[in-house]
């Protein structure tokens, strides 16, 4: 897969050794870097994601922001119906699109984990047996990269294209969102380990830790916060719904009702405290301060070429798995997010200056109200437990197999045969027919689809077929898929129990795809656009800022909120007369 990457990457860069030579075009490329950077190109790109961020928070919530939200609502070019247009609205899913510019079914990335068929086992999105982890403190458990990522990112074409002029740095406190918002090389990608307490990265980038890095980890550490007790920012009356609702699953250490410590479940920090932490707001903020020491430390926005600062704040969706959508954790999530986004947005325009960088601002996912709170108006919801789907499955497959372990997984969506089942299945009309219909018996399933189905359906007039056939990747996703009613999901175990979660996403509901979408700063026009529009649209947008070409892009270039470039900037740009003759 490497091998084709590079290929990928050496055929965009090299496009232009048909006309020159290859002197000529490197001269030629090191010239556009430059005077791009100088005319209109951003000095530096910043994408912020924030992972299960609902698009409607902003009409729901949006009144009590007064910072970074609120400038980024106000300022910049808001698509106030974006949404994914694919099923599977995963995080790791969602990074990969943002940061690439394409759907699943392109970049390979189709969950969080999946059945890898080779090896028999799951599989997460970033998990690298190959790679080697790097902490910048105790001893952390796995190894990651983007090896599974198929197509290059934003960061790795700025990287391939500007002539090495680019520098990447990404931040999260989930592997898989800093990896997926830089993808294959980048000079700093960091994330946290829960289970020790760690910040950490990977041989993937890295061989060594990063200096930069290290020195901000030594004088801020997360265990500054411990003994620190998250309250409400605003007056009580402020929050538009109750406290405590029903359903809500508050992770070990909390309770359905505000305050809510930072505490273990010792005097110092231990592992419940270090899981807490990282599911609080302060872990946005520390995100955002790294953020901001990261720009001072390597100058971002001040060298040759165009910079790419990411990050993902990752506080929303812990919160709103454990509290729901209609928490005061969460409306409380966002007012804190709006501050800490308003600090680096100040510091960035202090440290780069507002007219030299350009932000994108989206999410990875929505997520669905809480089941409980669905039934308590009246409407049909709940949860299916895969052990549900699966116990029906192998019944139906008696009569064609006999009794016996037939279904190697199940991931939602994805469900997974043993080996040569499938194919019998495909066989035999009859028994294929009985699995779908098993499949479709059991309460909140709402459709059924198999593999050879999905294959060319991408164009389908169906909105669900479509959705989920753009979400479908041959050899990793199910032999078939099991989709769910509107406001029902699937999980592991369905029963109210206090561990797991309250909701969850990961459908082709409109909860789950409407997210936002925002572009500001450098090139952009502000404004609110009701086109039809993506996440998968930012990384073809930016690229067009940045004069690079994306190698697989599913999206298009928002143009109609780009302020365009003068005649004489763009010639500008161009290769010199006496380039071209070399």
């Known amino acids: 897969m490497k091998q084709a990457l590079r290929k990928i990457l050496a055929t965009i860069v090299c496009a232009g050794l048909v006309a020159t030579s290859a002197p000529a075009q490197r ?10 950077t100088t005319n209109h190109a951003p000095k530096l790109v910043v994408v912020l994601v924030v992972d299960q961020m609902r698009g409607d928070y902003i009409e729901r919530y949006g009144h009590q922001w007064t910072k970074g939200l609120r400038r980024l609502v106000k300022q910049g070019a808001w698509y106030r119906q974006a949404a994914y247009t694919y099923m599977n609205t995963i995080t790791c899913a969602g990074h990969a699109t943002i940061s690439t510019g394409s759907i699943p079914a392109t970049h390979g990335v189709i969950l969080n984990a999946w059945w890898d068929r080779e090896t028999g086992k799951q599989v997460s999105c970033t998990e690298d047996p190959k790679a080697r982890t790097i902490s910048y403190g105790a001893p ?4 990651h990269s983007a090896f599974r990522l198929e197509v290059p990112t934003l960061a790795d074409e700025l990287r391939a294209q500007l002539d090495g002029n680019a520098r990447v740095v990404t931040m999260a406190v989930k592997a898989r969102a800093a990896i997926m918002l830089a993808g294959h090389r980048a000079d700093a990608a960091t994330w946290f380990d829960a289970g020790s307490g760690a910040w950490v990265t990977t041989s993937a980038f890295t061989a060594a830790p990063v200096p930069f890095v290290e020195s901000f980890l030594k004088s801020h550490p997360v265990e500054r916060d411990f003994g620190k007790v998250w309250t409400r920012v605003l007056p009580e009356s402020a929050y538009l719904f109750k406290d405590a609702e029903a359903g809500e699953r508050p992770p070990e250490g909390w309770s359905e009702v505000f305050p809510h410590p930072l505490e273990g479940k010792s005097e110092k920090p231990d592992a419940q405290f270090y899981r807490l932490w990282a599911e609080s707001p302060f872990a946005d903020a520390y995100v955002g301060e790294m953020a901001a020491a990261t720009v001072d430390a390597l100058g971002l926005g001040k060298g040759p070429g165009t910079d790419y600062l990411a990050m993902s704040f990752g506080a929303l969706d812990s919160v709103g798995h454990a509290f729901g959508p209609q928490s005061h954790e969460v409306q409380d999530t966002l007012v804190r997010l709006d501050e800490t986004i308003g600090k680096l947005l100040a510091h960035l325009d202090h440290a780069v200056g507002a007219k030299n960088y350009v932000v994108a601002f989206s999410a990875d996912h929505g997520v669905a109200p809480i089941p409980e709170q669905m039934m308590g108006e009246g409407i049909e919801a709940g949860r299916v437990a895969t052990s549900d789907v699966i116990a029906r499955v192998e ?11 037939h279904v190697a997984r199940m991931t939602y969506p994805d469900l997974y045969f043993m080996s040569g089942v499938y194919a019998k299945l495909q066989a035999d009309a009859t028994a294929m027919a009985a699995v779908k ?3 479709r018996g059991v309460p909140g399933v709402w459709r059924v689809y ?24 041959p050899g990793r ?9 509107p406001y029902w999901f699937l999980v592991n175990e369905a029963k109210s129990v206090p561990a797991g979660s309250a909701t969850t996403h990961g459908t082709p509901h409109g909860y789950d795809q409407h997210v936002p979408v925002i572009l500001m700063g450098n090139g952009i026009k502000g404004g609110e656009y009701l086109n039809a529009a993506s996440p998968a649209d930012i990384a073809p947008t930016l690229a067009f800022l940045c004069a690079i070409t994306l190698a697989r892009a599913d999206g298009r270039v928002l143009a109609e909120a780009l302020e365009m470039p ?13 380039v071209k003759k070399q």
């Open 27 to 36: 001269e030629a490329t090191r010239t556009r870097a430059a005077q791009k």
């Open 140 to 143: 952390a458990i796995g190894a």
């Open 395 to 405: 019944k139906a497959m008696e009569p064609l197999l006999g009794a016996g372990k």
């Open 437 to 439: 219909e098993a499949i």
């Open 450 to 473: 198999r593999s050879e189905e999905l294959e060319n359906a991408k164009g389908s007039g169906d909105a669900i077929m479509r959705a989920i056939a753009l979400s479908y990747y």
């Open 477 to 485: 996703s199910g032999d078939m898929v099991v989709v769910p009613k």
């Open 566 to 578: 003068r005649s004489a900037d763009i010639k500008a740009t161009m290769p010199s007369e006496s």
